[in-house]
C-alpha cells in the first residue's frame, strides 16, 4: 500500500457513489462540529491523485462519509510502507 493505491481506495469510493469531489467536499465539512473547514477540495485532489496521504482528522471524515473504517488502516499501511522504503 502506497500513496497511489490509498488514492486509488478514495477516488473509487467517491466515484462508487457517483459524487463529485465537491459534493464530497462539503459532505465531509458537514462533519465539523466547530463549523470549520475540514478539507479544501485541493486536498481532496491531491489524496485521489496519489500526491499526498491525508492528516487523520480528515481521515476519520472520509471513513465516516464513505461508511469505511478501514480506511483508517489503509492510511496507517501506507505509511508504513513509506516509512520502510525511506529507510
Request: no cysteine; net charge positive; hydrophobic share 45%.
Amino acid at each position: 500500500m502506497d500513496y497511489k493505491e490509498f488514492a486509488q481506495v478514495l477516488k473509487a469510493e467517491r466515484l462508487k457513489r457517483g459524487w463529485t469531489r465537491i459534493q464530497l467536499y462539503m459532505r465531509i465539512n458537514e462533519l465539523s462540529k466547530k463549523h470549520e473547514q475540514l478539507v479544501s477540495i485541493d486536498s481532496l485532489s491531491n489524496w485521489e491523485n496519489g500526491k499526498k496521504l491525508p492528516r487523520l482528522e480528515a481521515t476519520l471524515a472520509l471513513a465516516k462519509v464513505y461508511k469505511k473504517p478501514e480506511l483508517i488502516n489503509l492510511r496507517i499501511q501506507a505509511i508504513e510502507l513509506i516509512r520502510k522504503v525511506a529507510v
